[in-house]
């Protein structure tokens, strides 16, 4: 289960529970996914209430708008059931003691939705992270783990749900981690200047003769000697 404890947001005067938030606690591999899930018992769950909803594009970069649900109470516990996941039971629990504690004006305090990144900086964000990545082999994987060490530091699992207040801070980390990128962009052209200069050599030697094992001992002496 997620470490931090399921939050409320007041959406329209009421509490309500974020659903990816929700599918996070479930154990959801892909949060995003409950969303197909709330899709298919929509009817169901609208009779317990208004199912609020707030739009967002599907990507860094945009592209196909999605929606994000909202749900009560009683919608969050129903989508608790059909998910059928082990960690089901635990969190019913812990949404009917968040609401209960919040209508009783205990611990568990509603709080308001954060501004979040704009547009502009989420896309800055991605091409800083970007350019960083193209000085590694595995540039996927680099990129993947920096986005995840951005929302890391943000507390949230995704780089468009930073708080506009946090960008500053996100901005500065990968900004700083420039210095050590382009130290290993120039140890990796060196590594490669080197790699290259010695397959071209080997290939030149071989078209002239001057390959096999003995030459190469040879040549090896002669450099040692020369150290």
Known sequence: MSGN?????????????????????LGFERPVKIRDLIKRNEAKLLSFGVLPTVGKTSGELGGRPTAEYYLNQKQAIFICMKSETE????????????????????????IPMPALISDGQ?????????????????????????GKYACALARVSRRDRIPAALY?????????????????RLERIEHEKK????????????????????????????????A
């Open 5 to 25: 404890a399921l939050s409320l947001t007041v959406i329209e005067g009421g509490p309500r529970i974020l659903d990816v938030q929700l599918a996070e606690h």
């Open 87 to 110: 960690r089901a039971f635990d969190v019913q629990v812990e949404i009917v003691r968040v609401f209960d504690a919040y209508l009783n004006g205990g611990f568990y305090l509603a």
């Open 122 to 146: 989420l896309s800055r964000l991605s091409d800083t992270i970007w350019c960083m990545a193209r000085a590694f082999y595995m540039e996927g994987s680099v990129r993947h783990w920096l």
């Open 168 to 184: 500053p801070e996100v901005e500065d980390f990968l900004n700083g981690m420039d210095k050590a990128v382009m130290a290993y």
């Open 195 to 226: 790699w290259l200069s010695l397959t071209l050599k080997r290939e030149l030697d071989r078209r002239m003769g001057r390959s096999g094992p003995e030459f190469e001992m040879l040549a090896e002496d002669r450099e040692a000697q020369q």
